[in-house]
C-alpha cells in the first residue's frame, strides 16, 4: 500500500492542468500525450519540434525530481521488467484503441465538455476497477 501524499498531488495535479491550459493557450493543441508521443515519432518540421520538446520536458522533468530528492524513483520490488514493458505496450495499444490516452480524454477532453471523452474515461477508469478488483480478490496479485 503506497503512502496518501494530498500535497504533493495537489501540486502535480495543479502542474498538469497548468501544462495542459498552456500547451491549449500557446499552441492550440490538446496535451494528450499519446497523441504528442506520436506526432513526435512520426511528423516533420515544427509540428515535430513542439512535440520533441514537449516529451523531453517530460523525461527533463522526471530527472529533475530525482536531482531535487533523495536521487531515488518509487518502484516495485520484484517486478519482472518484461512484465513493465508488456504493461506498457498494452497502454500503448490501448491508447490508439481508444483514440487517445487518460491526459487526452481525462484532462482535456472532460474540461471541454466532451462527450465522447467523458466516455473514454469512464470507461479507463471502470476497466481499472475491474482489473485491480480481479486481481486483487479473484487471483490474489499484490497490486
Do not use: K
Request: hydrophobic content about 50%.
Amino acid at each position: 500500500m503506497t503512502t496518501f501524499t494530498p500535497i504533493a498531488a495537489t501540486i502535480g495535479g495543479a502542474l498538469i492542468g497548468l501544462s495542459a491550459v498552456l500547451l491549449m493557450w500557446l499552441n492550440g493543441r490538446i496535451a494528450g500525450i499519446s497523441g504528442i508521443l506520436q506526432g513526435a515519432a512520426f511528423s516533420r518540421g515544427a509540428e515535430r519540434s513542439w512535440r520533441l520538446a514537449f516529451v523531453a520536458g517530460l523525461v527533463l522533468g522526471g530527472a529533475l525530481y530525482v536531482l531535487v530528492t533523495d536521487g531515488t524513483l518509487l518502484t516495485r520490488e520484484g517486478v519482472s521488467p518484461w512484465l513493465i514493458v508488456t504493461a506498457g505496450l498494452l497502454v500503448g495499444v490501448g491508447t490508439r484503441l481508444g483514440s487517445g490516452c487518460t491526459s487526452g480524454h481525462g484532462v482535456c477532453g472532460i474540461s471541454r465538455l466532451s462527450p465522447r471523452s467523458l466516455m473514454a474515461t469512464l470507461s479507463f477508469m471502470a476497466t481499472g476497477f475491474a482489473m485491480t478488483a480481479m486481481l486483487r480478490h479473484v487471483l490474489s496479485v499484490s497490486v
